[in-house]
């Protein structure tokens, strides 16, 4: 990681708020072109898949708010609570790894209904 990256820790938190903002660009940034997610939906789907999948195509997030958030080495755990604008909420648990300062893949545990 050159001394201009951003941490990962802030790299993160950028990718969330990239997500409320609907910024495909600036997430598109953050990840390797190999890049992976995996869920209990998806199994190490690739960066298109990803978009198009996961990424809604109306906003559907009020607000995300991590709740806890540990770097250790190339990897970052989430857990957050995501309000959606329809008044519902939801805990998730994510684990993300780096490949120097860019997002090699995510992996998302589902957690419940708030």
């Given amino acids: 990681m050159n001394a201009m990256a951003p941490s990962r820790e802030q790299t993160v938190?950028?990718?969330?708020?990239?997500?409320?903002?609907?910024?495909?660009?600036?997430?598109?940034?953050m990840l390797t072109e190999d890049f992976t997610f995996s869920s209990p939906r998806d199994?190490?789907?690739?960066?298109?898949?990803?978009?198009e999948r996961c990424w809604p195509k109306e906003p559907v997030f009020r607000a995300i708010h991590i709740?806890?958030?540990?770097?250790?080495?190339?990897?970052?755990?989430?857990r957050y609570r995501a309000e959606k604008r329809d008044g519902a909420s939801f805990?998730?648990?994510?684990?993300?790894?780096?490949?120097?300062?860019?997002i090699a893949a995510v992996e998302v545990y589902f957690g419940r209904n708030l």
Avoid: P, Q, T, W
Avoid at 14 to 28: S, T
Avoid at 43 to 51: E, G, L, Q
Avoid at 91 to 102: P, V, W, Y
């Fill in 43 to 51: 199994d190490h789907i690739d960066r298109a898949a990803y978009f």
């Fill in 91 to 102: 805990g998730n648990m994510e684990s993300l790894c780096f490949r120097g300062d860019r």
């Fill in 67 to 78: 709740e806890f958030l540990a770097v250790v080495g190339d990897e970052v755990a989430v």
């Fill in 13 to 29: 938190r950028d990718l969330y708020a990239a997500y409320l903002e609907d910024r495909k660009d600036v997430a598109g940034a």
